[in-house]
């Protein structure tokens, strides 16, 4: 019987994937499929990886060609003008993690956005052309294609169609747009694709042709048709029309990184993370331990105990993250002390469960809800695994497009420490550390994280959410592996996040409110917030029951437009 209804719901997950044209779309949430998958912020982005790998690619080939329509149909966030990291584990079992993060400019210094009396001007480094750093996503797709299997013109032609003859908007995309228009303007000297007379609604088709014409210079030329050339002046144009600093010089000398994935055991599995510059494989590694060594699996989920020890043991990871963690390629991280099992247990020797903790001495900052990064996570049928983050920082970034090349900047500026103590637009503090140099890429708090049980992979993950991403994929992860979840609770109970500063329990409002209670007998505070993240997750099985079948769930975040495709 049980087998019938697992056959059952795995034929009705997969017919009901709704049809896709670029006109007429619904997103699928959550679906069994048993070859490959993608999951990502938009349905179109999500069918794009898919066609691809039915064309003969692979996770690879779905990942650039994934990334490259997030950057049409997702533009709050999806982009070519930000940066973003890549984490995967090859079906012959290597790990892989590139870095394109944005980088400062070469004429970026320290203490750029302090005024004469150094106090710091945080608008500029989160609005309008000084706020961007020099793009890594182009040179990422490129780094990404030694590991895929078709032509770039292949995985490039879905978003060129996208942006030449255009798409329908989505309603949340729609209000974005009439809401972002006086910012659109204020940062944009001419007319820009984003911004009509009439408001946008639901179904509206936008069209953007000078993002198309971008596109095919990179279709054309490769990286150079980015890099160097056109794009590259238009891009250097656009900043010398205003304040901005990036030059060509700059464009080409960017360059992808690949670091050594983060890998560490969490009781029988292996989990493969981001090492610096994010500060999330750290944090996450640091969750981790900190809980395992308190015992987490006694307490039941979302029992004030439980909350109680993750938000201490996220107070210390991110008090560590403000203290220690920058571009290793510029500074010294003690990264081998901050995750080992003795240093993380004198970190917890002042735990007192019952009673919170208390971040005191330090300025409290404020967090935003606006946190626009996005997560593709993407398996194969040669089992292939793919987690990509990839980001503009704030919602449209900079707010400013490049004239003539139809693109939004990043405004990546702003994850430096713009001077030690401030708060960045995340709340998050630093310090020298993460101080601005040129060439140095601001720390960040993407985690594209893969999960591997028996060495093959288990779970694909990844979401956006600024400072509030390795706690929400911490919560994900545990939530299968400790409290036994299906997939999609994992993703969708209610999360909360603790960053240190400022001495909050944050809270989705569907969150439990007698456990808040509890928190607030022990003496936390707590802040309601809408939503925390936009998760993207795969699961992968082998059915005992039928010969060891693979079993692929993948779940779209309930909490945004978001969809899972597969096969
Ligand atoms: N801009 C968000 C992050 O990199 O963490």
């Not at 996503?137 to 490129?142: D, E, I, K, N, P």
């Amino acid at each position: 019987m049980k087998k019938i209804l697992f056959l059952a719901s795995f034929y009705l997950a997969v017919s009901t994937q709704a049809q896709v044209t670029h006109f007429k779309y619904n997103n699928t949430k959550n679906i069994t499929v048993n070859k490959a998958a993608v999951v990502s912020a938009h349905t179109l982005a999500s069918n794009a990886g898919i066609a691809v790998m039915k064309k003969g690619g692979n996770a690879f080939d779905a990942a650039i060609a994934t990334q490259l329509a997030l950057a049409v149909v997702y533009p709050g966030a999806g982009n070519l003008g930000g940066g973003g990291f890549m984490v995967a584990h090859t079906s012959a079992g290597k790990n892989i993690a590139l870095d394109y993060r944005e980088s400062a400019p070469a004429k970026a210094t320290k203490d750029m956005y302090l005024d004469s009396a150094r106090n710091a001007v945080t608008i500029l480094s989160m609005e309008g052309r000084l706020a961007s750093g020099v793009p890594g996503t182009v040179a990422g797709l490129f780094a990404t294609l030694k590991y895929a299997k078709l032509p770039f013109s292949t995985l490039i032609a879905e978003a060129i169609t996208l942006a030449d003859k255009g798409f329908a908007l989505t309603k949340a995309q729609a209000e974005d747009f009439n809401n972002s228009r006086s910012v659109f303007l204020r940062n944009n000297k001419n007319k820009v694709a984003f911004v009509r007379d009439i408001q946008w609604k639901a179904g509206d088709i936008l069209i953007q042709t000078e993002l198309a014409n971008t596109l095919k210079r990179i279709r054309d030329f490769g990286l150079k048709g980015f890099y160097e050339g056109e794009t590259a002046k238009l891009i250097a144009a656009e900043m010398s029309s205003g304040n901005g600093i990036i030059t060509e010089k700059d464009l080409k000398n960017y360059k992808v990184k690949e670091r050594v994935a983060m890998q560490f055991p969490y009781k029988n599995y292996q989990v493969i993370t981001m090492p610096l510059p994010s500060s999330g494989g750290i944090i996450l590694q640091q969750l981790f331990k900190m809980t395992q060594q308190k015992k987490l699996d006694s307490y039941p989920f979302h029992s004030a105990e439980s909350i109680q020890l993750i938000v201490e043991a996220e107070r210390r990871a991110f008090a560590d993250r403000a203290e220690f963690m920058g571009d290793e390629d510029f500074v010294k991280v003690p990264v081998k002390t901050l995750v080992s099992e003795k240093y993380l247990k004198n970190r917890m020797a002042d735990y007192v469960a019952d009673q919170a903790g208390n971040s005191s001495n330090v300025k409290p900052g404020q967090i935003k809800e606006s946190e626009e990064t996005t997560h593709i996570s993407i398996t194969d049928a040669e089992g292939n695994a793919v987690a990509v983050t990839t980001t503009l920082n704030d919602h449209f970034g900079s707010k400013t497009i490049i004239s003539g090349a139809g693109f939004v900047m990043n405004n990546e500026m702003d994850d430096f420490s713009v001077k030690p103590g401030v708060p960045n637009m995340y709340g998050a503090i630093g310090n020298d550390k993460n101080a601005i140099a040129p060439g140095k890429r601001m720390l960040s708090s993407m985690t594209p994280t893969i999960v591997l049980k028996n060495n093959q992979p288990y779970i694909v993950v990844g979401t956006p959410g600024g400072t509030t991403i390795p706690t929400s994929l911490f919560q994900s992860i545990i939530n299968i592996v400790d409290y036994k979840m299906s997939a999609e609770d994992a993703v969708n109970k209610p999360k909360f996040h603790h960053q240190w500063q400022p001495d909050v329990i944050y809270v989705e409002k569907d969150f439990e409110k007698s456990v808040q209670t509890k928190l607030l007998e022990m003496g936390y505070k707590i802040t309601e917030r809408g939503t925390i993240g936009r998760t993207e997750l795969i699961k992968i099985e082998k059915s005992k029951k039928s010969n060891n079948k693979i079993v692929i769930t993948a779940v779209a975040d309930k909490r945004g437009d978001d969809d899972a495709r597969g096969y």
